[in-house]
């Protein structure tokens, strides 16, 4: 990677609990009891303090506390994990981080402790503002909920706010999705996340739609649903930065661009992901062998620790990298620059992917402005099919 971008790092922290699993959920979550919990905290603080010498060349530039539900935490805990990695590594002063919450879990006094912990952006779960969708999928909490959540972290001070949101859910509407947009538009978020509903294999959701319990909007219904996203929020003060992330102007979410730029990455929990020294790799998802094998740290070193802890480890080749840069770099809507693709591999790109660039943009799915490579709305709209092209 260049020395630009190596000199920082960023730092996802997975918090795997929540009430209840929600119907449409793959994610690495279950509820807990508070011993586990505990237990859980402890060994996080200790793989955080084991990887100092990891972290030590690197900036902290943005941190995100994700899961699961990171909110229903008690919220001492969430001060003992940011003290944990301040301990080891060095946070820029105006680093991002962002903890995920649910409506139904938050407190005023959760919110006072995260912003005394130094959180500054708060992302909140909705994905709907009709009760009887969220019902169906399986949230905890309604629309009310939701608003005293949105409207609480306000009065706490926090002045970064992000809204997630989910169309094509069962039994959703054209109509009942433009509602929740108002409703959400109205309320004046800094940045709201718009994905479209993937039934995944081995959910509650999948079940359902299988046996004919609930319908899921027609395929029509559901593009229907992504263009007026892009329109309203258009409208209303939101800009697409991303292919499903809209934002007030600098208000985008500078960890998830990180993602899309391949800035190196550590995660800590169970299942958490990390891009490192030209590796990709994962923590295991088995919540007791991993709280065992940092139980046990005594009798370990921190490399025989991340040996034990890490899955699916991947060394990248150079062609992995620069496939990276361009499925990963093209999801942003000013794409890919040539320059940048230039400085890290010390190749043209059109030595890479001529070929490809010229053909995409005589079929309209790409176009070129100065020194950058972009999706047309075209390529927006079958982006998977267009990405693939960039596999070498």
Same mark, same amino acid.
């Given at each position: 990677?260049?020395?630009?971008?190596?000199?920082?790092?960023?730092?996802?922290?997975?918090?795997?609990?929540?009430?209840?699993?929600?119907?449409?959920?793959?994610? +690495?979550?279950?509820?807990? =009891?508070? @011993?586990? *919990?505990?237990?859980?905290?402890?060994?996080?603080?200790? /793989?955080?303090?084991? !990887?100092?010498?990891?972290?030590?060349?690197?900036?902290?530039?943005?941190?995100?506390?994700?899961?699961?539900?990171?909110?229903?935490?008690?919220?001492?805990?969430?001060?003992?994990?940011?003290?944990?990695?301040?301990?080891?590594?060095?946070?820029?002063?105006?680093?991002?981080?962002?903890?995920?919450?649910?409506?139904?879990?938050?407190?005023?006094?959760?919110?006072?402790?995260?912003?005394?912990?130094?959180?500054?952006?708060?992302?909140?779960? +909705?994905?709907?503002?009709? =009760?009887? @969708?969220? *019902?169906?999928?399986?949230?905890?909490?309604?629309?009310? /909920?939701?608003?005293? !959540?949105?409207?609480?972290?306000?009065?706490?001070?926090?002045?970064?706010?992000?809204?997630?949101?989910?169309?094509?859910?069962?039994?959703?509407?054209?109509?009942?999705?433009?509602?929740?947009?108002?409703?959400?538009?109205?309320?004046?978020?800094?940045?709201?996340?718009?994905?479209?509903?993937?039934?995944?294999?081995?959910?509650?959701?999948?079940?359902?739609?299988?046996?004919?319990?609930?319908?899921?909007?027609?395929?029509?219904?559901?593009?229907?649903?992504?263009?007026?996203?892009? @329109?309203?929020?258009?409208?209303?003060?939101?800009?697409?930065?991303?292919?499903?992330?809209?934002?007030?102007?600098?208000?985008?979410?500078?960890?998830?661009?990180?993602?899309?730029?391949?800035?190196?990455?550590?995660?800590?929990?169970?299942?958490?992901?990390?891009?490192?020294?030209?590796?990709?790799?994962?923590?295991?998802?088995?919540?007791?062998?991993?709280?065992?094998?940092?139980?046990?740290?005594?009798?370990?070193?921190?490399?025989?620790?991340?040996?034990?802890?890490?899955?699916?480890?991947?060394?990248?080749?150079?062609?992995?990298?620069?496939?990276?840069?361009?499925?990963?770099?093209?999801?942003?809507?000013?794409?890919?620059?040539?320059?940048?693709?230039?400085?890290?591999?010390?190749?043209?790109?059109?030595?890479?992917?001529?070929?490809?660039?010229?053909?995409?943009?005589?079929?309209?799915?790409?176009?070129?402005?100065?020194?950058?490579?972009?999706?047309?709305?075209?390529?927006?709209?079958?982006?998977?099919?267009?990405?693939?092209?960039?596999?070498?």
């Amino acid at each position: 990677m260049s020395s630009s971008k190596s000199r920082k790092i960023e730092i996802y922290i997975h918090i795997p609990f929540c009430v209840k699993k929600c119907a449409y959920c793959d994610f +690495l979550s279950c509820p807990a =009891d508070d @011993e586990t *919990k505990e237990k859980y905290v402890q060994a996080l603080c200790r /793989e955080i303090e084991w !990887s100092k010498d990891r972290l030590r060349e690197y900036l902290v530039d943005t941190v995100f506390i994700g899961g699961g539900t990171p909110s229903i935490l008690r919220e001492k805990y969430i001060s003992v994990i940011l003290d944990a990695l301040r301990s080891v590594a060095k946070v820029s002063d105006d680093a991002e981080i962002t903890i995920e919450c649910n409506p139904g879990t938050l407190t005023m006094e959760k919110l006072e402790a995260y912003k005394n912990a130094g959180i500054n952006r708060i992302s909140l779960g +909705l994905q709907s503002a009709n =009760d009887k @969708e969220l *019902k169906t999928i399986g949230r905890i909490h309604n629309y009310d /909920e939701f608003k005293k !959540s949105f409207n609480l972290a306000r009065l706490a001070g926090f002045k970064n706010v992000n809204v997630d949101l989910m169309s094509a859910l069962p039994g959703q509407t054209l109509d009942s999705y433009k509602d929740t947009l108002a409703k959400v538009v109205t309320l004046n978020p800094d940045h709201i996340s718009a994905y479209s509903l993937i039934v995944e294999d081995n959910t509650q959701l999948k079940d359902m739609v299988e046996s004919g319990e609930v319908a899921l909007p027609s395929e029509d219904e559901e593009r229907e649903m992504y263009y007026y996203t892009k @329109e309203f929020l258009g409208r209303t003060g939101y800009k697409r930065y991303e292919i499903s992330n809209y934002a007030k102007d600098g208000y985008e979410c500078r960890h998830n661009i990180g993602y899309w730029e391949r800035v190196e990455y550590l995660g800590f929990g169970i299942g958490a992901a990390s891009l490192y020294k030209g590796e990709r790799f994962s923590n295991t998802s088995d919540v007791n062998k991993y709280m065992h094998i940092l139980e046990n740290e005594d009798v370990m070193n921190a490399d025989e620790i991340w040996d034990a802890l890490n899955e699916n480890t991947e060394t990248l080749t150079q062609n992995d990298e620069m496939e990276e840069f361009m499925f990963l770099g093209l999801r942003k809507s000013d794409g890919v620059s040539k320059s940048d693709f230039e400085d890290e591999f010390g190749r043209d790109i059109n030595s890479v992917y001529g070929n490809v660039i010229e053909k995409l943009i005589s079929q309209d799915l790409l176009c070129e402005s100065d020194d950058r490579i972009i999706l047309t709305d075209k390529g927006i709209d079958i982006s998977n099919i267009v990405l693939a092209n960039f596999l070498l």
